[in-house]
């Protein structure tokens, strides 16, 4: 059963950085599944921010997070990162980290919205979430 653990989520000012780490319990869960990020704002939809493919091939992001964010494969084992820069108010959200299978993972994690179930094509699992809140 695929397991997701974030970390590293907070309180920061506008304009500082914050980087979310997402562990997977099975290394091979990185050839099959894409990686990504979610995220929910209070009152809105869970939206598409970040991923990236199997076998860290390529990512995907959000017209948000383009420039400002990067997805990458993280030092510790098993592990993907969201390098978070020059973060705004309207970054604030509850991040979760996803993996995801199926032909519509780029339109996902290019801002698309997934809903908050779990599907076969689609995602396929969803970390706990983790609350990022940027404010002066």
């Known amino acids: 059963q695929l397991q997701l653990t974030e970390s590293g989520g907070g309180l920061v000012q506008p304009g500082e950085s914050l980087t979310l780490s997402c562990g997977v319990s099975?290394?091979?869960?990185?050839?099959?599944?894409?990686i990504g990020w979610f995220r929910q704002a209070p009152g809105k939809e869970r939206e598409g921010v970040s991923c990236?493919?199997?076998?860290?091939?390529?990512?995907y992001y959000a017209d948000f997070a383009k420039g400002r964010f990067t997805i990458s494969r993280g030092v510790a084992k098993n592990t993907v990162n969201l390098q978070m820069n020059n973060l705004k108010p309207d970054d604030s959200a509850v991040y979760y980290c996803?993996?995801?299978?199926?032909?519509?993972?780029?339109?996902?994690?290019?801002?698309?919205?997934?809903?908050?179930?779990?599907?076969?094509?689609?995602?396929?699992?969803w970390g706990e979430g983790l609350l990022v809140t940027v404010s002066a």
């Open positions: 990236i493919t199997p076998n860290l091939h390529n990512t």
């Open positions: 996803a993996a995801l299978r199926g032909p519509n993972v780029q339109t996902l994690c290019e801002g698309g919205a997934p809903g908050t179930s779990t599907s076969r094509t689609g995602v396929n699992a």
């Open positions: 099975e290394s091979s869960t990185l050839l099959y599944y894409a």
